[in-house]
Structures are given as C-alpha cells and as structure tokens.
C-alpha cells in the first residue's frame, strides 16, 4: 500500500541522501592525498572568495539533506 510505512521510506532516503554527500565530503577531504582535484582543468570554474564552487554547492546540499534526516527523526512525526 502507498501509505504504509510511509516514515520508514523518508529515513532511508533521507539517510541515503546524507551518504551520498558524505562521499563527496570523503573525497574532497582525501584530495591532498590522491593528487585530485573537484574540477577538471579546462571547467572554468573560478574560486568564490578562494572557496572551490563543489564545495559551495554541496555545503548548501549537506544542509538541505540534514535537515531532511532531522525531519524524517523526529518524534511525533
């Protein structure tokens, strides 16, 4: 049925979505180690206040999908 286990299926979502950026952050943050870099050399992509755009982008995600983790948690949801 559509309705059964309805919070169930919005906490592994929303668990599966905070996993997904949590590897973006794996990666970004073992880049010094791997010679990688979040961008490729001809994107174009200039810094915004020295910060890398991908991790513009994705600190702005990880909140978004964090707080779908808080709100698929909640008690009394």
């Not at 919005?10 to 961008?39: D, E, Y």
């Amino acid at each position: 049925m559509p309705g059964e286990n309805r919070r169930f299926r919005l906490q592994i979502a929303s668990l599966l979505g905070i996993a997904a950026t949590g590897g973006f952050w794996i990666a970004a943050a073992l880049r010094p180690f791997n010679g990688g870099g979040l961008r490729g050399p001809d994107e174009g992509m200039q810094p915004i206040l020295g910060i890398d755009l991908p991790i513009i982008i994705f600190g702005a995600l990880t909140l978004v999908q964090l707080s779908a983790v808080w709100l698929a948690f909640k008690k009394g949801a």
